[in-house]
């Protein structure tokens, strides 16, 4: 399923395999759209082009994705974590692409 954001696309793209329980790095992707070295502000800006939303906190932003499959289908989920350092430049990314068991409630 098709997101508003090229990165989060390319990521959903990638693989389709992936065991459900299992993860799968993909700060490749992510460093191609949000390279180590950029600002902050400049990311926030990058992430906002890309209808995609954040969470921020000193220096730190978490964003993501989860899938809306139907109950007992693997789901895909993304996430993504941002790591400033204290001048508010991009010193490391933590991401990864896994799928999931989505049960009723």
């Known amino acids: 399923m098709p997101t508003q954001s ?10 389709t395999n992936i065991p459900p329980g ?10 191609k759209y949000i390279p180590i070295g950029t600002s902050k502000q400049q990311a926030k800006k990058i992430l906002e082009n890309m209808n995609q939303r954040y969470t921020e906190k ?17 789901n ?4 993504i974590e941002l790591y400033f350092n204290k001048e508010g430049y991009l010193e490391s990314i933590y991401s990864e692409f896994s ?4 049960y009723p409630k």
């Open 6 to 15: 090229p990165m989060l696309n390319e990521i959903l793209a990638s693989e």
């Open 22 to 31: 299992q993860t799968k790095d993909v700060n490749y992707i992510v460093s």
């Open 58 to 74: 000193e220096n730190f932003i978490r964003t993501g994705y989860l899938g809306k499959k139907p109950p007992f289908v693997p």
């Open 76 to 79: 895909p989920g993304i996430t």
């Open 99 to 102: 799928y999931a068991f989505v």
